[in-house]
């Protein structure tokens, strides 16, 4: 049984700058691509930002120079550093891990496994 548990999400004020965190197997960490994904009321889930296995990471033209994904193999969590926080950043944001290709990293259908999700708002 997979389980993705993200914590971290909160209110931010904007140009503010917010962690999230996303434990795991170690199992589910070592064999699968990872990603963040966020959805705003109304809105479909669209990728933030993804890493692969191998390191390779990719992010949404709206996050990149913002947003930095990173992943530590001691603890099997996978972090979003938010930067910058604008107001339209504000979204429920999911953890995702998958057995995708790098270049399908940030596509909803990659991926299999997704955290409960943790609310971002930003005003």
């Known amino acids: 049984h997979v389980q993705l548990v993200e914590s971290g999400g909160g209110s931010v004020q904007a140009g503010g700058s917010m962690t999230l965190a996303c434990s795991t197997s170690e199992y589910t960490y070592k064999s699968n691509c990872l990603a963040w994904f966020r959805q705003a009321p109304g809105k479909e889930r669209e990728g933030v930002a993804g890493?692969?296995?191998?390191?390779?990471?990719t992010y949404a033209d709206s996050v990149k120079g913002r947003f930095t994904i990173s992943r530590d193999s001691r603890t099997n969590t996978l972090y979003l550093q938010m930067n910058n926080l604008r107001r339209e950043d504000t979204a429920m944001y999911y953890c995702a891990a998958g057995r995708t290709s790098w270049w399908l990293l940030l596509n909803v259908a990659g991926y299999k496994y997704w955290g409960q999700g943790t609310q971002v708002t930003v005003s």
């Open positions: 890493i692969d296995t191998d390191g390779t990471t």
